[in-house]
């Protein structure tokens, strides 16, 4: 029995969308599952479109999810010869023609087809001709002899048995007028080379499939296992498309959603295991399967991913989420001190309490982070003379304590509550304040424990609350 192979097989002419890497990632975790390999090949054939920047931009994208890739990228034109040679070798034996059809005929026939509301086939007016009747000036596309008669049958490992009457796909073009092959055989030469034995894609591709199929049936290949996923749908219900905001990785990264926890979300849209939500990496590779895979398109949840996000944030090791933090700032936002990156890996604790987002945690910990408070200019106007007593009262017994913790701090803040007839927000929101710039934050307590007593005080005395 052949090794499992699969292929995730992006065009480089704009970012890798959402969908492409649950795309990536449902075929790694086949192959991974089935002790095979999993290719990446690069379809730059559309010279115009297709940018190394936007290659780049794939490969760094599944580096980051996670997702790697076994071998070199596979560069779909390095090929473009042998794609060639096969439409020479179809021509040859009789499986192809050359069709001279000029492109205002061929425009002319998709009016007609628009016109009477029906889709565009080719009317194979050349299939039959004698090239002796071509026109001299009028150069040729090659295209595939599609079966007319009967019916074809594709068994899809995830939508069952589909049947397609032949007369309905069209003698499609294999090679251009210009002598550059098109996608369906180059699709069908590469995965053949690449001796994939599984492709797994959206089920946008089932046409191209049944065309692909025929290539491999008349050059006697053997022919791979097909899976079509449905599509992912925006929560509107609509096709998610690649201007649709946050539809790139890049959209996900630079807001903090963190890559095991957008792997585990794209692994669960769509694709089921028993009750089971949160699938360690192990995991993933171990329980996929293509029988898990649903027949009805998935909704992208913005919602979910930030409590998925969330749960990582909670549970995975905090050394890990610090790494992670501070690479996310220094790409993102600014990179943090190093003699303030200690007092932020010590407060992670309550920094990410209720952080859905790597942002989060960095914005929770802008009062440690920054040298000097921003202060809210809504939030300023609270300290009056009543919240400017409180500051300074707490400000001289914090001088006679030696070292901060809860236990020490406590009955200092008890005590001006008594003295100046408040609450506990009368004395913490004025110090919240006054620490941090806004009356919103982490607790008081541990605010004070994070910044330490000369940073405390340095702030209580700052003259702006003067």
């Not at 949840?301 to 998925?308: A, E, K």
Request: charged content about 30%; proline content about 3%; some cysteine.
């Amino acid at each position: 029995m052949k090794k499992v192979a699969t292929r995730f097989a992006p065009s480089p002419t704009g970012p890798l969308h959402i969908g492409g890497v649950r795309t990536a990632l449902f075929n790694w975790l086949y192959s991974k599952n089935q002790n095979g390999k999993f290719y990446l090949r690069i379809e730059d054939t559309d010279k115009e479109r297709s940018k190394d920047e936007y290659k780049n931009q794939i490969i760094q994208s599944l580096k980051w999810i996670g997702i790697n890739h076994d071998g070199e990228e596979y560069i779909q034109s390095k090929k473009v010869n042998d794609h060639i040679k096969v439409a020479n070798e179809l021509l040859k034996n009789g499986h192809a023609y050359k069709c001279y059809c000029s492109s205002e005929e061929i425009e002319e026939q998709k009016k007609r087809a628009r016109q009477k509301k029906i889709p565009y086939i080719y009317d194979r007016k050349w299939r039959d001709k004698n090239e002796t009747d071509a026109p001299k000036d009028i150069r040729p596309v090659i295209r595939f002899k599609s079966k007319i008669e009967g019916t074809s049958i594709l068994k899809d490992s995830v939508q069952g048995d589909i049947k397609i009457d032949n007369n309905t796909i069209e003698d499609f073009i294999i090679l251009r007028n210009d002598g550059t092959p098109t996608y369906n055989l180059s699709a069908s030469v590469d995965d053949h080379q690449m001796n994939i034995t599984h492709i797994i894609r959206g089920d946008d591709h089932k046409i191209n499939t049944f065309k692909q199929i025929q290539i491999y049936q008349v050059m006697k290949w053997e022919i791979p296992s097909f899976a079509h996923i449905p599509l992912i749908h925006t929560i509107e219900g609509k096709k998610l498309s690649k201007r649709d905001k946050a539809s790139t990785l890049n959209d996900y990264s630079k807001i903090g959603i963190m890559p095991d926890a957008l792997r585990n979300y794209l692994l669960r849209l769509g694709w089921s295991y028993k009750d089971k939500e949160i699938f360690t990496l192990e995991e993933s590779i171990k329980h996929f399967n293509l029988e898990g895979i649903g027949k009805s398109p998935s909704k992208l949840d913005m919602s979910r991913i930030l409590s998925m996000n969330e749960h990582y944030i909670k549970n995975i090791d905090e050394s890990d989420l610090f790494n992670q933090l501070t690479d996310y700032s220094k790409l993102y936002k600014s990179e943090i001190k190093s003699d303030k990156k200690d007092k932020i890996n010590k407060s992670l604790t309550f920094l990410k309490n209720k952080a859905k987002t790597l942002e989060d945690i960095f914005n929770n910990g802008q009062y440690i982070i920054l040298d000097e408070v921003n202060f809210n200019k809504d939030d300023i106007k609270l300290i009056d003379d009543k919240a400017k007593k409180v500051i300074s009262e707490f400000n001289n017994q914090i001088s006679k304590i030696d070292k901060l913790s809860k236990q020490t701090l406590e009955p200092i803040v008890n005590e001006i509550i008594k003295t100046n007839n408040t609450n506990f927000k009368g004395v913490g929101q004025p110090l919240r304040i006054a620490l941090t710039g806004s009356k919103f934050g982490p607790g008081i307590y541990d605010i004070i424990i994070s910044l330490g007593k000369e940073e405390v005080t340095k702030r209580l005395t700052n003259k702006k609350l003067s």
